[in-house]
């Protein structure tokens, strides 16, 4: 790919895309020890970067090939780019989304005015399908990675960090086929400039890894992630080519780090973005120092913001747990009255807010005289959830509160309600119940309850 061809797009894409702004982020500023701009792609029409790289391919078709109409596959993103590109342009166009692609994103393509078809359940699925019906209808692929003029398009998010914030030292970018990656590292070596450029994967769905370390594109064992965006399996050859010469590094994040990156980008910089486009951000909390190496300012690209209600709901959650903000708590208590609000009181005292309460009598393994109560709780942070939380009082009669016997579950923490008398002294040997392996000696002598992912309560 040529400078050329990435100033042409510039200008085919200049009266029809919006220059999306480049915001400043105090609070990644102080975690990253540099100046940090989030680059807010997911503004963009269509709502991600997409639409530059189907717009500048489609714009160069020829009329024989319009006429024929374009197709493309996609998990949303590109599907929506396409689309809006095509009716803009008035070209038909037909789309492969994935059987369980988002509602939203499908509403949102067949309103730009694209025919849908949902086939197979992942992108590269999807792919397959819209190969075939290319062959058979003579319709023009609009390859939603693996193509010049799409890298080339792309490329414009590049230009515009470059213009935008001209001492840019570290560009991070969401990757999955690699069209955005390609292409802003294309812009970049046009410029001249010395700016690191840091690719990002979530790790249960990253081919990128080890496609570098092969030296050629390897598709990747799994695609189990929230961020369908970047959830290809095989990266594209022409992305490849530049990334491979031109990227510095490619790292990989946690389910739980997009979770929580997402949570921050809404809480934090009051912006909505989708599980791939906070990928970058989830890099810059998470990632090590020495492995991002990173030189200020510093540019986190956010590539869309098209996400399913239902789903940001989740991740919210999800990213609010991550957090050590939000915890499911289950005690057994006394079946007296004044217990439950007892329990309140303990949970009021330390600071955490009941969102949610569930009052059972037909647990198993509950006594005749006891009843079990499932809390949902918001926390103030981890610290809330960590430490004992003591009652002022005595528990409600001798027995006081034990946890249910339940299976452990990944990730579950055990906490104790003590009195705070018992809390100030010495823990005795053999008597300690935050102790590991003194949980059923001491389960008649204090309160204990179980904390359990919110999900796993689902």
């Not at 007296?336 to 007892?342: D, E």
Request: positive net charge.
């Amino acid at each position: 790919m040529t400078r050329d061809q990435i100033a042409a797009a510039a200008d085919r894409l200049a009266p029809v895309m919006r220059r999306t702004p480049m915001l400043a982020s105090r609070v990644l500023s102080e975690r990253c020890a540099h100046d940090v701009w989030l680059k807010c792609e997911n503004l963009q029409r269509t709502g991600s970067f997409k639409p530059r790289g189907a717009y500048n391919r489609i714009a160069n078709l020829t009329p024989e090939q319009r006429a024929g109409g374009v197709v493309a596959a996609s998990a949303g993103n590109h599907a929506q780019g396409v689309a809006w590109a095509a009716s803009r342009l008035g070209i038909e166009s037909t789309v492969f989304m994935p059987v369980g692609a988002a509602l939203p994103k499908l509403v949102a393509t067949k309103a730009y005015g694209a025919t849908v078809h949902l086939r197979g359940h992942t992108v590269d699925e999807a792919l397959v399908s819209a190969k075939e019906f290319a062959a058979a209808t003579g319709a023009v692929l609009i390859h939603p990675f693996d193509h010049v003029d799409v890298v080339a398009g792309q490329a414009t998010v590049g230009l515009e960090i470059l213009e935008q914030l001209p001492a840019v030292g570290t560009i991070v970018v969401p990757t999955g086929g690699g069209g955005l990656l390609a292409g802003i590292a294309a812009a970049v070596r046009d410029s001249g400039r010395r700016v690191r450029l840091v690719g990002v994967q979530a790790e249960q769905a990253a081919a990128w890894p080890r496609s570098l370390a092969e030296g050629a594109p390897v598709e990747a064992e799994a695609l189990s992630t929230m961020a369908d965006g970047i959830a290809i399996g095989l990266p594209g050859a022409v992305p490849f080519a530049h990334v491979n010469a031109l990227v510095d590094e490619v790292v990989t994040v946690s389910e739980d780090a997009l979770s929580r990156a997402l949570l921050l980008c809404s809480e934090r910089a009051k912006l909505i973005v989708e599980p791939a486009g906070a990928a970058a951000v989830a890099a810059l909390m998470t990632c090590a120092a020495e492995q991002l190496r990173l030189e200020g300012p510093v540019c986190a690209v956010l590539s869309g913001g098209n996400i399913d209600p239902l789903l940001l709901t989740h991740v919210i959650t999800h990213g609010l747990r991550a957090a050590g903000r939000y915890l499911v708590v289950r005690v057994t208590i006394p079946d007296r009255p004044g217990g439950l609000v007892r329990l309140l009181g303990v949970v009021s005292a330390r600071g955490a807010s009941v969102v949610d309460v569930v009052h059972s009598r037909t647990a198993r393994d509950l006594g005749l005289d006891e009843v079990e109560v499932l809390l949902t709780l918001e926390t103030r942070g981890p610290t809330t959830g960590t430490r004992c939380w003591a009652p002022s009082t005595p528990p409600a009669s001798p027995r006081g509160c034990r946890s249910r016997r339940s299976a452990p579950v990944r990730g579950q923490r055990v906490f104790t309600l003590v009195n705070r008398a018992q809390a100030a002294q010495p823990p005795v040997a053999g008597r300690n119940p935050l102790r590991r392996g003194r949980f059923r000696r001491s389960l008649r002598r204090r309160s204990r309850a179980r904390i359990e992912s919110p999900c796993r309560q689902a």
